[in-house]
């Protein structure tokens, strides 16, 4: 039977972080053929390591299809030439063949130069200057008419992630995710992590922010006073939520319940159903919440202490959402672009108790930033440490515990 084929390569750490391996398995269980014509293996951890593989199958389309699965591992067909680009035909349009990018480094192939992509992130489009001397990734929506797209999947190089140098969990990741796994050590790691990022971050390195993305379960659970404090003590730096952690955040300070419960007692209040209510309608009066900090309306829980250490904070609005406060983006692309322009120098991000938030996270940080998600529902967490090989840590276990923890390594004494 006729067969066609193509030479791909493969460059760096290629041995250590299994990517050889995850390709040549690909190729097999798409129905394809290899042979391995030249590798190299570099003969120390810094030292990367080559291979050049040829690959076969039965039908160009066949063959097209394993050239696209392997590609995000960082196959790149040896035969160089420029990436194809095209015009946008419309506001908000790509071109039919755009390239969807992975949230791997990408490099384009331009003028004979192969050229970083800047803002890596999943799930957009690839937008290459006028001059063909820079690229950055475009969501769909910022699209506009003449803008010129990359497409096809020619002059199109992903960089597969090596293994971080720091023995720590990030080092070694797994895609197991159980709530029977213990979890001191990992949360030991992530303190480890967020004690030198802000340790950086005083000494005025760039690069060093911590992100967090949370949901109104923190507030029920009881991590509220944990995660103010780290807040207060310098270990966050970005907060991503809604409308309602915001909202039981400041209930709990006004009227000591989230949701309508006692948070000392653990039982419903008579009228606690309207607490979150008047709440919100008592901040809207103020005009903001950092205006009702700053008059000392708020003096105490996770809103206070964002305005109070400057922390960076974006409020995203969904349909079910009561008032909102002043302060929430209800719509939800410039609430997706604002989240999207708080992270440059995001190097962690901890995603807990908020399937919307983490994946909607999850989907914006590059493969880069090591990101840990802690949920009660195993789902979550899954989702997010499917995402790549090495960056994301999934923990099952209820919000409250998880930062009680965390803070409680971090030196808090409560």
């Not at 991000?349 to 590059?366: D, E, F, K, R, Y």
Request: with cysteine; charged share 20%; aromatic share 4%.
């Amino acid at each position: 039977m006729a067969q066609t084929q193509e030479t791909v390569v493969l460059h760096g750490h290629i041995i250590d972080s299994l990517i050889l391996a995850k390709v040549l398995d690909t190729i097999l269980m798409m129905g394809g053929t290899f042979d391995l014509t030249d590798v190299k293996i570099g003969a120390t951890r810094e030292e990367p390591s080559h291979a050049r593989i040829v690959v076969r199958a039965a039908s160009g389309r066949l063959l097209a299809e394993i050239l696209e699965a392997i590609q995000p591992h960082g196959a790149s067909v040896e035969r160089e030439s420029d990436c194809p680009l095209e015009p946008a035909p419309a506001d908000g349009l790509f071109p039919e063949n755009f390239y969807a990018t992975t949230h791997l480094p990408t490099q384009v192939r331009l003028q004979g130069r192969w050229i970083e992509v800047e803002a890596m992130e999943m799930d957009v489009g690839i937008r290459v200057d006028r001059g063909g001397t820079a690229a950055r990734t475009v969501p769909m929506g910022d699209v506009k008419r003449g803008d010129l797209i990359v497409t096809g999947r020619e002059g199109i190089r992903v960089l597969p992630l090596q293994r971080p140098k720091e023995r720590d969990v990030f080092s070694f990741m797994e895609a197991q995710v159980s709530s029977e796994r213990p979890h001191g050590h990992i949360i030991a790691d992530i303190a480890r992590r967020m004690r030198a990022l802000r340790d950086d971050r005083e000494a005025g390195r760039e690069g060093s922010k911590v992100l967090l993305a949370g949901g109104p379960a923190i507030i029920h659970a009881g991590g509220r006073e944990a995660l103010a404090w780290l807040i207060e003590s310098g270990f966050i730096h970005v907060l991503f939520c809604g409308n309602a952690l915001a909202a039981h955040d400041m209930e709990a300070h006004l009227f000591g319940t989230s949701l309508g419960f006692r948070l000392s007692a653990g039982r419903a209040v008579p009228h606690g159903h309207e607490h979150h209510l008047r709440t919100i309608n008592r901040i809207r009066a103020i005009g903001s919440i950092e205006k009702a900090v700053r008059t000392g309306v708020i003096t105490e829980g996770i809103m206070a202490a964002c305005v109070r250490r400057g922390v960076r904070v974006v409020l995203a609005g969904s349909i079910r959402d009561d008032g909102p406060l002043p302060d929430v983006i209800t719509d939800s692309m410039a609430a997706q672009a604002a989240m999207r322009a708080a992270l440059p120098g995001v190097s962690l991000a901890l995603l807990v108790a908020s399937t919307l938030h983490a994946v909607a996270t999850g989907n914006l940080l590059p493969a880069t930033v090591p990101t840990v998600c802690v949920d009660v529902n195993p789902a979550v967490p899954t989702k997010l440490a499917d995402r790549g090989s090495f960056q994301a840590v999934g923990l099952v276990m209820d919000a409250a515990s998880f930062l009680r923890e965390l803070a409680r390594e971090l030196g808090w004494k409560a």
